[in-house]
């Protein structure tokens, strides 16, 4: 493999979930496999579970990682043939070159504007590294998609579902703020890729963009969605079809227990309380959350050891 930009750069998904599985099973079965290569990820936003989960992983595989919150450096400039005569101090195209001079694998996480729906949809950040780095890119959420929650997701379903063919809903659920589509992407071609009974709820207004969704079913009516639901998955994110826009925060939509009834429960995290989901979900017994936090250690060491063995 020599990068991880979406949940169909790896070859087989169902066999790399289970190749994950055994990773988590023995975390330290290659540790040799990384010794003297480095991992340097680039920060344009903020993060816990992927900052810390992925340095894990790379540490698991004998890696060195070198971190850079790219807001404690030059203001970079992608926009090609343009003159810099304002705050933007170095391009892309020699930054990216120069960063491929001191690691093996980049990944990089850039969030979208939300307020530039070409702009974002055409993945400019991830794109440009893919570009002109000269080394593998890992994607550690770029504006539409977050492949390594993905697959972390797709791992605890398979640990934990006890029919062939669970019943997976997505929910939409209310937020203050204006969030991106990026988790729900890639959680919904994860599970078109994958064997389920997979269906989408939320409001209307907050189609996902339908070459995502495709033909997955979607409803209006969360309750008649999550009837049956062997698990359901919480996600708010912001209008597609009117860009970036908080439609409504009807608390309705919040996760309750008596609506998930014996649902598994799941959330990428970080979640907020009592908004997304009621703290009985979240301290019950059927949430999973803190399960899929740990499993996004062992997506990203899968990433890592597939993007090594190919180096
Ligand atoms: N789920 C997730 O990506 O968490 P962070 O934003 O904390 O990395």
Request: aromatic share 8%; charged share 20%; hydrophobic share 40%.
């Amino acid at each position: 493999m020599n990068k991880y930009t979406n949940i169909h750069d790896v070859a087989n998904i169902p066999e790399t979930i289970q190749e994950a599985i055994q990773l988590k099973e023995n975390p330290f079965s290659h540790k040799n496999l990384g010794v003297d290569k480095t991992l340097l990820m680039l920060f344009f936003n903020a993060s816990l579970r992927t900052r810390l989960s992925t340095e894990k992983a790379a540490k698991n595989l004998g890696m060195n990682v070198m971190i850079l919150n790219v807001n404690d450096t030059w203001n970079l400039e992608f926009e090609e043939g343009t003159v810099m005569n304002l705050n933007k101090s170095e391009h892309v195209i020699e930054a990216a070159q120069v960063i491929s001079q001191y690691a093996d694998i980049i990944a990089v996480r850039a969030f979208p504007s939300l307020t530039d729906k070409e702009k974002d949809t055409s993945e400019w950040i991830l794109n440009s590294f893919l570009k002109y780095a000269t080394v593998p890119i890992i994607n550690m959420e770029s504006a539409t998609m977050h492949p390594l929650q993905a697959l972390a997701d797709a791992i605890t379903i398979e640990e934990l579902k006890i029919i062939q063919k669970p019943k997976v809903v997505l929910s939409w659920a209310p937020h203050p703020k204006a969030l991106p589509q990026a988790v729900a992407n890639s959680f919904v071609k994860m599970m078109q890729s994958l064997e389920t009974n997979f269906s989408i709820t939320h409001p209307k207004g907050y189609e996902l963009n339908s070459k995502i969704t495709k033909n997955t079913p979607i409803y209006y009516n969360q309750k008649e969605a999550l009837k049956d639901a062997d698990f359901v998955y919480a996600k708010n994110w912001s209008s597609y079809e009117s860009y970036g826009k908080v439609l409504h925060q009807d608390s309705d939509w919040m996760l309750t227990k008596e609506k998930l009834k014996t649902a598994k429960f799941m959330h990428c995290l970080p979640v907020r309380r009592n908004i997304i989901v009621e703290d009985a979900v979240l301290d019950g017994e059927n949430s999973v959350v803190i399960q899929q936090s740990a499993n996004r250690v062992f997506s990203a060491q899968i990433v890592l050891k597939k993007i090594l063995e190919n180096l």
